[in-house]
C-alpha cells in the first residue's frame, strides 16, 4: 500500500461510516399519512383495555381488561360509562368479549366466565370446572345460547345450551399462547409464548397442527385476513402474508419501519387494500395497496403509550387499544 494511501484511508473512514448510518437512518423513514382519523376517548378509568366489541356493529359496545373492568357505550365509542361488576378479591383481567344479539359473553383469568341475556343489564358467573386445561383467553357468540371458548393452553369448547354444558372440540395442549385469532369461518391461529412456532385448527381438526416459523425473528402475533388469508408480525418489526389456502406458504418479508425497537403488535384490516398495524411507543402504520406499502400516522406519536391493538367493525368503525387506560376511536370523518 502506497504512502498516500495510508495517509487517505484514516479521513475517509468516518465519511463512509456516515454514508452507512445515514443509509439505515432513511432505510426505515416513512411517508406521513395524509390525515389521522384517530381521535382519544377519555376513559373512565386508567385500566388496561384487552378487548372491545360492538355489539351487531352498531353504538352499542362493550369493553373489558384488566383488574376485572368493564365499560359500556351506546353511542359507538365516543363516550364510555363504568359497568364493572363485584367479582370478590381475585384480581381478574377480562380477556375477551362478544355479543350476538342481545346475548353477550365474557371471559378471563383467572378462569372466570360471565354471560347475560338481556344486553348486559344483568350478568351472571357460569362455574367453570377446576379440570378446564388452561384459562380462558377468547370467546365468541355464535348465534342464540351457542358460544365457542379457547383457553390459553389450546383446548377449545363450545356450548349450545347458555353454558350448562361445553363440548370439547380439541382438549390436547399446545402450550401457553401468546395470543390467538380466531377467522369468521371458525379457524384458529395461535402464537406459542415464546414465539419459536404457530398453530393451526380447522373446524373438524382432531387436534392442532402445528407449523415452524419461517424466519429466525420470532413470532409476535398472527391473525387472519380476507379469505382467512393469515398474516405474521414477528419480533424486529417483520410483516408477512401467506399465500391463500397455504398456511405455510409465505410471501417475502418486509420491514416498514426499521427503528421501532418495541416492534409491531398487532394488525387489522379496515377494507380487503386498508390494513393498519399498532406499535409499541404510539406507532400506528397504514397501508393503502393491500401490505406492499406502508405510511406512518405521526399525529398520534406523541400520546405516551405501546399500542397493542388494533380492532375495526366494519369500515366505518374501528379502535386502538393501548396501555393504562388509552383508547382511540377511528373517525371516517376525520379520514377524509
Given at each position: 500500500m502506497t504512502h498516500w494511501l495510508r495517509n487517505l484511508l484514516p479521513k475517509l473512514l468516518p465519511v463512509f461510516l456516515a454514508a452507512i448510518l445515514c443509509v439505515g437512518c432513511t432505510a426505515g423513514k416513512l411517508d406521513s399519512i395524509a390525515a389521522n382519523p384517530w381521535e382519544p376517548v377519555t376513559l373512565p378509568t386508567d385500566k388496561t383495555l384487552l378487548d372491545v366489541t360492538l355489539v351487531g356493529k352498531g353504538p352499542h359496545g362493550w369493553?373489558?381488561?384488566?383488574n376485572a373492568t368493564i365499560l359500556?357505550?351506546?353511542?359507538?365509542?365516543?363516550?364510555?360509562?363504568?359497568?364493572?361488576?363485584?367479582?370478590?378479591?381475585?384480581?381478574?383481567?377480562?380477556?375477551?368479549?362478544?355479543?350476538?344479539?342481545q346475548?353477550?359473553?365474557?371471559?378471563?383469568?383467572?378462569?372466570?366466565?360471565?354471560?347475560?341475556?338481556?344486553?348486559?343489564?344483568?350478568?351472571?358467573?357460569?362455574?367453570?370446572?377446576?379440570?378446564?386445561?388452561?384459562?380462558?383467553?377468547?370467546?365468541?357468540?355464535l348465534g342464540s345460547q351457542e358460544a365457542e371458548m379457547m383457553t390459553d393452553l389450546g383446548a377449545i369448547y363450545r356450548t349450545n345450551?347458555?353454558?350448562?354444558?361445553?363440548?370439547?372440540?380439541?382438549?390436547?395442549?399446545?402450550?401457553?399462547?401468546?395470543n390467538v385469532s380466531r377467522s369468521p369461518s371458525g379457524k384458529y391461529v395461535s402464537v406459542s409464548s415464546r414465539g419459536s412456532y404457530y398453530s393451526t385448527w380447522n373446524p373438524g381438526d382432531e387436534a392442532w397442527f402445528q407449523h415452524n416459523r419461517n424466519s429466525s425473528r420470532r413470532l409476535q402475533n398472527m391473525g387472519?385476513?380476507?379469505?382467512?388469508?393469515?398474516?405474521?408480525?414477528?419480533?424486529?418489526?417483520?410483516?408477512?402474508?401467506?399465500?391463500?389456502?397455504?398456511?405455510?406458504?409465505?410471501?417475502?418479508?418486509?420491514?416498514?419501519?426499521?427503528?421501532?425497537?418495541?416492534?409491531?403488535?398487532d394488525l387489522a384490516y379496515r377494507t380487503e387494500q386498508e390494513l393498519w398495524i399498532a406499535g409499541g411507543s404510539g406507532d400506528l402504520l397504514a397501508s393503502y395497496d393491500g401490505g406492499q406499502t406502508w405510511q406512518k400516522d405521526r399525529a398520534v406519536g406523541n400520546i405516551p403509550s405501546n399500542f397493542y391493538r388494533v380492532l375495526f367493525f366494519g369500515q366505518d368503525q374501528g379502535f386502538v387499544l393501548g396501555q393504562n387506560g388509552v383508547l382511540l376511536r377511528y373517525s371516517a370523518s376525520q379520514a377524509g
Amino acid at each position: 500500500m502506497t504512502h498516500w494511501l495510508r495517509n487517505l484511508l484514516p479521513k475517509l473512514l468516518p465519511v463512509f461510516l456516515a454514508a452507512i448510518l445515514c443509509v439505515g437512518c432513511t432505510a426505515g423513514k416513512l411517508d406521513s399519512i395524509a390525515a389521522n382519523p384517530w381521535e382519544p376517548v377519555t376513559l373512565p378509568t386508567d385500566k388496561t383495555l384487552l378487548d372491545v366489541t360492538l355489539v351487531g356493529k352498531g353504538p352499542h359496545g362493550w369493553a373489558v381488561g384488566k383488574n376485572a373492568t368493564i365499560l359500556e357505550t351506546t353511542d359507538g365509542g365516543k363516550t364510555w360509562a363504568d359497568k364493572s361488576l363485584d367479582l370478590g378479591e381475585s384480581p381478574y383481567n377480562l380477556e375477551s368479549v362478544s355479543f350476538s344479539g342481545q346475548e353477550g359473553w365474557i371471559v378471563g383469568k383467572p378462569a372466570i366466565l360471565l354471560h347475560t341475556t338481556d344486553d348486559g343489564k344483568n350478568w351472571s358467573e357460569i362455574p367453570l370446572s377446576n379440570q378446564l386445561p388452561g384459562d380462558p383467553r377468547l370467546v365468541v357468540a355464535l348465534g342464540s345460547q351457542e358460544a365457542e371458548m379457547m383457553t390459553d393452553l389450546g383446548a377449545i369448547y363450545r356450548t349450545n345450551d347458555g353454558g350448562r354444558n361445553w363440548k370439547a372440540m380439541v382438549q390436547e395442549s399446545i402450550g401457553v399462547v401468546r395470543n390467538v385469532s380466531r377467522s369468521p369461518s371458525g379457524k384458529y391461529v395461535s402464537v406459542s409464548s415464546r414465539g419459536s412456532y404457530y398453530s393451526t385448527w380447522n373446524p373438524g381438526d382432531e387436534a392442532w397442527f402445528q407449523h415452524n416459523r419461517n424466519s429466525s425473528r420470532r413470532l409476535q402475533n398472527m391473525g387472519f385476513g380476507p379469505g382467512d388469508r393469515l398474516w405474521s408480525l414477528a419480533r424486529g418489526g417483520q410483516v408477512q402474508f401467506s399465500a391463500p389456502d397455504d398456511v405455510e406458504a409465505w410471501n417475502s418479508t418486509t420491514s416498514p419501519e426499521l427503528r421501532n425497537s418495541l416492534g409491531l403488535l398487532d394488525l387489522a384490516y379496515r377494507t380487503e387494500q386498508e390494513l393498519w398495524i399498532a406499535g409499541g411507543s404510539g406507532d400506528l402504520l397504514a397501508s393503502y395497496d393491500g401490505g406492499q406499502t406502508w405510511q406512518k400516522d405521526r399525529a398520534v406519536g406523541n400520546i405516551p403509550s405501546n399500542f397493542y391493538r388494533v380492532l375495526f367493525f366494519g369500515q366505518d368503525q374501528g379502535f386502538v387499544l393501548g396501555q393504562n387506560g388509552v383508547l382511540l376511536r377511528y373517525s371516517a370523518s376525520q379520514a377524509g
